[in-house]
């Protein structure tokens, strides 16, 4: 039966890390996948995590399976730290689940209950993961534009324009901040108009926030998201640890669906649970009983809050000297959107022979479609990046 597979297209971030690791090259630069690093180019453990590790190790004492939604600890502390007081506890339901993806497989699967018939709005670009998981379930999909490369900002014309075309039923797919992959984000007013639209057309939003604390702060990265979800009776909502906690690979993350009132979040969450079992049963706990013990203790929370501060203000100063040394290089101040940008990326508009020559003849790794993991850049490197961006874009 096998040979009815056809190869496996491999993931082009993934391909270039592997360029990457056999280029030869000292003065090389991995710009590719998606990991906060330090000047010294580690993704480090944080020290809140390690510390907190050490407790799990002293304290626990039994692997024996928790609730099926997860850590009740987990899960409501992970709601107050992305929806704060926007919406009643009594009417969000949750789920621990692994990582952003396994909370938006979780959500999408909700979705399946709730209208197999959803067409499912993402933003062209998106995290190509986003259409490549709701095409896998079934659903159909379709992109709204998002990404106005004259201005490197958001088409906000061409965005409401294209989501006219939802239909009630339909699922909007939003990044809660810091826009992988353009670095481009919503303004408040912006998310108030798709919020009256949404409600207008009677769409379910589906906020996927897998870099809170990234952009303009933990606080402020989830403002315009909870605005939203105080206004709207029903929402969902996605939530990585996998790089504010840098537990990438544990796997953490946790769905939050809000209802309309109590008792249709208390069938929700039954729901969401019984998903969880047709899926893989329960999720990690190791990673997310980390988050717990961070989230619910004041002094680790506010080591992990400084360090999380520490690396947002890292990757701003990143962005300040790109741009300003972009502008020498250039001598023009078209590159001045990176310090507009927020979170981990920035499209920078490079065509794909402008890319392939940065890797060729410089040794910088970009993916395809320009897309720069900011922290890369580090450590006394953007100064090399930036004169090889000014060699191919001339
Ligand atoms: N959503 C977006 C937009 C992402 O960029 C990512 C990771 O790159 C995720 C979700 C999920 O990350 P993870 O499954 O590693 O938590």
Request: aromatic share 6%.
């Amino acid at each position: 039966m096998l040979e009815k597979l056809i190869p496996a297209k491999a993931d082009p971030i993934l391909g270039l890390g592997k360029l990457f690791a056999a280029d030869a090259r000292e003065n090389k630069i991995d710009l590719g996948v998606g990991v906060y690093k330090d000047a010294d180019g580690k993704t480090p453990i944080m020290t809140a995590v390690k510390k907190a590790e050490v407790r799990l190790h002293a304290e626990q004492t039994s692997k024996s399976y928790k609730a099926l939604a997860g850590d009740e600890v987990f899960r409501d502390e992970m709601r107050k730290l992305v929806l704060g007081d926007a919406v009643a506890a009594d009417r969000v339901a949750t789920l621990q689940a692994p990582g952003g993806t396994g909370a938006l497989h979780q959500l999408f699967e909700a979705m399946k209950l709730l209208n197999p018939d959803a067409t499912i709005w993402v933003s062209n670009p998106s995290w190509p993961s986003h259409v490549a998981m709701a095409k896998h379930l079934g659903f159909k999909t379709e992109n709204y534009d998002y990404f106005d490369p004259a201005t490197s900002g958001v088409d906000f014309n061409g965005l409401m324009v294209s989501l006219q075309g939802m239909q009630a039923g339909d699922m909007l797919v939003l990044h809660g901040c810091c826009h992988n992959p353009t670095g481009a984000n919503l303004t408040a007013n912006q998310w108030q108009s798709i919020t009256d639209l949404v409600l207008e057309k009677n769409v379910m939003p589906l906020v996927d926030i897998a870099y809170q604390g990234f952009g303009d702060g933990l606080q402020e990265d989830a403002i315009y998201m909870r605005t939203m979800a105080s206004r709207m009776p029903e929402m969902m909502v996605a939530a990585s640890c996998s790089k504010n906690f840098g537990l990438y690979r544990d796997r953490v993350g946790c769905a939050m669906v809000i209802a309309k009132d109590a008792d249709s979040a208390t069938v929700t969450q039954g729901n969401l649970a019984t998903l969880n079992r047709m899926n893989y049963s329960f999720a990690p706990d190791h990673g997310a009983a980390l988050v717990a013990i961070i989230l619910s203790d004041s002094e680790l929370r506010a080591e992990w809050e400084a360090e999380l501060e520490e690396m947002r203000l890292a990757m701003l100063t990143v962005r300040e000297d790109l741009a300003e040394a972009l502008r020498q290089q250039c001598n023009s101040d078209h590159f001045d959107f990176i310090k507009d940008h927020r979170g981990m990326f920035s499209r920078l508009g490079l065509s794909p022979e402008q890319v392939e020559m940065l890797r060729v003849d410089h040794g910088m790794y970009v993916v395809g479609d320009s897309r720069i993991n900011v922290p890369g850049l580090s450590g006394g490197r953007v100064a090399p990046f930036a004169k090889a961006v000014s060699m191919v874009a001339n």
